[in-house]
Every structure is written in C-alpha cells, then in structure tokens.
C-alpha cells in the first residue's frame, strides 16, 4: 500500500504517519505509508483486499510493528512502544471480525475493556454511555457473549473498545454506515475514528464531528 498525504488536512493532526514500512517475513505488505489525522475527525482507508489497511491499523496499535519510518500520537512517538502501551496512551483497536470473549458476559465483556481505568464511577458511566448507544446490550447483559447474533458481537466489540475511553478509534471494515447522524454523534465522543474498507461506496473523507 501506497499513499501521500492529503491535501485537506488543515488542523493540528492527532495521529501523523510518516513513511512507515511494514513486513511480514520478506513481505512488505506497507510501502512507505504517510497520512496525517486531524483532531475531530473521522478518516476511511480505502483499498483493494491486501492493498494494507488492516496492516496500517496493525502498525498504528503496535501489534506489526513498522521496520521503518515514524508514528505520532499527540505529539509523542508510538512507534517503538508495546501495543498495552498504546491502549493506555488512548488508542483503541477494534479488529477485523468479532472478536468477543465468547464465555464471558456482555458486560464482564464491556468491563474488560476498561481494564486500563481506576475510576470505578467513571467506569459505570461509560457502561451507561455504551448501553445507551447499543439497547440490546443493556438488555442482553447477562447473556455469555458467544451466543449473541453475529451483528450484536459486532456492537459489543466496537463497546468494549470505547469502554477504554480512546481519543482514537481503529476501526477495521466496520460493520455500520458511520454517516449516519447518530453514529456521528456518537463517536464525536472519541474525537475521532479510523474505519477502513475495501468496497467502492466509501470514498477517502474527512466528517466534521460535532461534540
Ligand atoms: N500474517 C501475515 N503473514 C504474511 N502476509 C500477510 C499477513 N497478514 C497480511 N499479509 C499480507 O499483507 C498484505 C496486506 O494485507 P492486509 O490484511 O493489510 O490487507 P487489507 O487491505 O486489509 O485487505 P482486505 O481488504 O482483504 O482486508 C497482503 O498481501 C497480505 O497477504
Ligand atoms: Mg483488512
């Protein structure tokens, strides 16, 4: 995967990519990847299958670690620390896929995702928050989160990544139209997102959130 940074990009830059490489072996699936993502906002990767997307999210997480180039996030370098580490700086990941602890609860699933936080009050708030956004896992909180449908995994994973309260949102092949208004709404909350598809009816855009 290729890129060079976007034109539009006008505000202080939350996230700054520069010239990251990445390999697998003797693969290098990224080739010198360079984007910038402004504050407030939410950024689509496009790209055809294996074009890198979901390598350019793995880079940024820490979990395929770039060989070369830099990463910044707030103005630190990320791109040589352990992916616990970046979680705690405030970036969360949502996989490709669901990937729920499928013997757990709904909600010890949404707990495990504040594993980072002290502030137990903080903590039932962003419960609430999450329910609020997503019923059925109110409704559904005991239930072991293996038998959910395959959509209401999907939910409960993009939950328990928000439960870590993230300033940046990874979000790969996300199962929703993000320009809904109520998604926007929602994720405003987390600043900004980084969703990735590989289907043709997205275009790389830039949404204004409003908080
Ligand atoms: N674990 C791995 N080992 C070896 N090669 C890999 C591995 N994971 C990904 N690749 C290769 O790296 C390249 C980029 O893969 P990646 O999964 O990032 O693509 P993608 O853009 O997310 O594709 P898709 O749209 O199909 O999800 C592909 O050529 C893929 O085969
Ligand atoms: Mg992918």
């Known amino acids: 995967m290729r890129s060079s940074k976007p034109t539009w990009v006008r505000k202080k830059a939350l ?3 520069n010239g990251i ?30 074009a890198g997307k979901t390598t350019t999210l793995k880079t940024i997480s820490g979990i395929t670690p770039a060989a070369t180039g830099t990463i910044e996030f707030m103005g630190q370098r990320i791109d040589r620390i352990a992916p616990e580490k970046i979680v705690r700086l405030g970036i ?51 239930q072991l989160a293996g038998t959910l449908s395959g959509g209401e995994q999907q939910m409960l994973a993009i939950g328990r990544a928000l439960m870590s309260r993230p300033k940046l ?3 790969d092949e996300p199962p929703w139209d993000w320009r809904r208004n109520s998604s926007k709404r929602f994720f405003a909350s987390s600043r900004i997102s980084i969703g990735t598809r590989a289907s043709p009816y997205c275009s790389l855009s830039k949404t204004p959130t409003k908080p």
């Open 21 to 50: 490489e990445t390999f697998y072996g003797n693969i290098r699936a990224l080739k010198g990847i360079s984007l910038d993502v402004p504050e407030g906002s939410i950024v689509t990767l496009l790209g055809a299958n294996g």
């Open 92 to 142: 969360s990941h949502v996989p490709e896929g669901r990937e729920v602890f499928k013997d757990l609860t709904v909600m010890e699933n949404l707990k495990m995702g504040a594993y980072t936080r002290k502030d137990q009050h903080e903590i039932t708030v962003s419960l609430q928050t999450v329910y609020a956004h997503y019923p059925i896992l109110r409704e559904r909180r005991n």
């Open 15 to 17: 996230l700054k990519i």
């Open 169 to 171: 949102l990874l979000l």
